[in-house]
């Protein structure tokens, strides 16, 4: 069978920020660019526009004050003072006949020809060129002389200064943007890299992490808050890993420690059976004997399996509506010789309906009840209590007895733990009873309760969420 070819390696993601990082810095400096570009330009034209408004005022006040059509020609004083010194303004004014010669035409380095000039709009700003290809800006306005006499003034701007300007900016642009996008793309690269150094601890953390050393953690006091959330995750899901594979370590060698006995015991009594020749009743005897053994290493792997089963997915169990005190009551039906062996009363009083798995509620309450009747004094009284609270719905299972000690109750619940190991074997017991009962009521959302004190009475609960009213049988 041959081998998959391995997948080509993905682009670095230090690469893929950095160069998603330089794409954007690359189109807002572009974007920069064009908006200083454009905000030049129209300055430069506010301040042309500006400036020949100013100009025309000044001219609007000496056609109106001193001259008339016939000065226009033979004393322009005036008007050539504002106009000379200044190579880039040109003057024009027409009669009231468009056909006719300009009555005044003067400033600029080459004067605009007649059939251009009556080209022109009557009024406002507009853009044109002169012989040469000059790019100009002109404004036209019609004025009064001061005999009352209608002439059209057109004065124009050479641009060629604005426009070199602008050409400069534009050239001056072009030579520093590669420059610029070079910087940008290593400095974006740069700070893509110090930005991911946090990501490196995870890589030394997960490489040390093995199954026989999960106590490696990450060290979030300088991790960014985006990278901390994750470490946190990472973190308790490393816990959640070590709490595990502590708690199978635990169970494998307390499985071994439960197995290798009786199997240590059958095969010294089958080694010393066979180290001679013995009558029929004695290797009777010896078989009797290892079937007690064999049963109790059946009880062992049908509570382990029980317990796989329900550490499933809830999705596995079928939910119904139970009522507790008719399965205990059933429960209770199944105890009933072995309480009248021992002069015991089993009471039971109150009711309630849960969401659960019926079987698997039996088999908690069997387990609490087995336990009760088995370190309960004789004649003494059990009783099995169902009451109702706010929010959960709770079992108990309580009888006088020698009771625990403190130091006992919080371990109750782990698998093969035992208060008075010998005297558990002995009866029989797996260790494991209670562990089912955890395992049970961890697979109904519950949990688990247990109330007890050296020659007090001792009481487990079993409390289970309360059902939603509205909820059917499944």
Request: net charge neutral; charged share 20%.
């Amino acid at each position: 069978m041959k081998t998959p070819p391995a997948p080509a390696p993905n682009s670095s993601l230090s690469m893929r920020l950095g160069l998603t990082v330089s794409l954007m810095g690359a189109a807002l400096v572009l974007l920069l660019a064009t908006l200083a570009y454009l905000a030049l330009n129209h300055e430069l034209d506010n301040l042309a526009r500006k400036g020949l408004d100013s100009k025309l005022e000044q001219v609007r006040h000496s056609l109106t004050s001193d001259l008339k059509s016939s000065d226009l020609a033979a004393r322009p004083h005036s008007l050539l003072d504002l106009v000379l010194g200044h190579d880039n303004l040109q003057l024009s004014i027409l009669g009231s006949d468009p056909l006719a010669e300009p009555l005044l035409n003067v400033g600029g380095d080459q004067q605009s020809p007649p059939e251009a000039l009556q080209q022109v709009p009557d009024s406002g700003y507009f853009d044109w060129r002169d012989q040469r290809g000059t790019q100009l800006l002109g404004a036209a306005r019609t004025m009064s002389l001061r005999n009352g006499e209608q002439v059209r003034v057109i004065l124009s701007l050479d641009r060629s200064n604005d426009q070199a300007l602008l050409s400069a900016y534009l050239r001056s642009t072009v030579i520093a943007l590669p420059l610029l996008l070079l910087l940008i793309g290593i400095g974006a690269w740069r700070l893509v890299q110090r930005g991911l150094l946090p990501l490196q601890q995870f890589t030394r953390v997960a490489a040390k992490v093995t199954t026989q050393d999960l106590t490696h953690r990450l060290n979030l006091e300088r991790l960014p808050r985006e990278l901390a959330e994750l470490g946190q995750g990472f973190n308790v899901m490393l816990q959640r890993l070590d709490g595990g594979v502590q708690r199978l370590s635990q169970f494998s060698d307390d499985l071994a420690h439960e197995l290798r006995s009786p199997i240590s015991n059958l095969m010294g009594k089958a080694q010393v059976t066979l180290s001679r020749e013995r009558p029929a009743e004695e290797y009777r005897a010896v078989l009797e004997s290892s079937i007690e053994e064999l049963e109790r290493v059946t009880r062992i792997v049908a509570d382990m399996l029980f317990l796989a089963q329900v550490s499933q997915p809830a999705s596995q169990a079928r939910f119904t509506r139970v009522s507790l005190a008719e399965e205990a009551r059933r429960v209770m039906d199944l105890f009933a010789l072995s309480a009248e062996d021992k002069q015991l009363a089993l009471e039971l009083s109150g009711d309630a309906w849960v969401q659960g798995d019926r079987l698997m509620i039996q088999r908690a309450i069997s387990n609490l009840l087995s336990n009760a009747i088995r370190h309960c004094p004789e004649q003494g009284r059990i009783s099995l209590r169902i009451e109702r609270q706010l929010q959960d719905v709770s079992l108990s299972v309580g009888n006088p007895g020698p009771g625990i000690a403190a130091c006992h109750l919080p371990h109750l619940f782990e698998r093969f733990y035992r208060v008075d190991s010998s005297r558990t074997r002995a009866e029989g017991g797996t260790g494991l009873g209670l562990a089912i009962v955890r395992s049970i009521m961890n697979l109904h959302q519950g949990r688990t309760e247990v109330a007890s004190a050296p020659e007090q009475l001792t009481e487990f609960r079993l409390v289970f969420p309360k059902p939603d009213p509205a909820l059917h049988d499944v």
